[in-house]
């Protein structure tokens, strides 16, 4: 019987150590919390995600439905505060149950204390210009020019451009 050889030498990625405890945690509340915060964006809509950023499911002892809190600025506090039955109602119907029963809202200032200045971006904006796309494309041309086949070259031209473009970030 051949043995596989190790890839990862003895270690594992943290996230991958963490999963199972993480998931078991959750599901013994009926609710998979990391999923609110990670896809948030997608649950409660681009505009609510651009004002708001949940921080914390909590749960009351034996109860059923917990409450979800959001933070966002104090200019915003009534946006969100307005549309928390939305909100609300948008999170349990990608749970299919009544998974939170209430949205409470805390407000943080904008600019002065070090904890409170948040950032509700959730995805940088994209900054490249068209003419350095244009010439990080003609380099990675260049690069798979001498490939016979039409698909591998292609493919090549998408890895150079990506190697390219990420080295000119550093």
Do not use: C
Not at 61 to 86: D, I, N, Q, S, Y
Not at 153 to 162: D, I, S, T, V, Y
């Amino acid at each position: 019987m051949a043995h596989r050889k190790p890839t990862t030498y003895g270690f594992s990625s943290a996230s991958k150590l963490l999963q199972g405890r993480i998931r078991k945690a959750a599901e013994g509340r009926g609710f998979a919390q990391s999923r609110v915060l990670t896809h948030w964006e997608e649950i409660a809509g681009a505009d609510v995600a651009a004002i708001s950023r949940p921080v914390e499911v909590s749960y009351a002892k034996g109860g059923f439905g917990g409450t979800l809190t959001l933070l966002t600025t104090g200019a915003m506090a009534p946006m969100v505060e307005m549309r928390r039955e939305e909100i609300r109602a948008r999170i349990n119907a990608v749970y299919g149950y009544n998974a939170v029963a209430r949205v409470r809202v805390t407000q943080t200032a904008a600019t002065g204390f070090a904890e409170g200045q948040v950032d509700f971006q959730h995805r940088p904006k994209k900054t490249g210009t068209a003419e350095a796309s244009a010439r990080i494309q003609a380099e990675a041309r260049d690069v798979a020019e001498g490939v016979g086949d039409a698909d591998l070259r292609a493919a090549l031209e998408r890895l150079a451009a990506n190697v390219i473009s990420k080295a000119g970030r550093e």
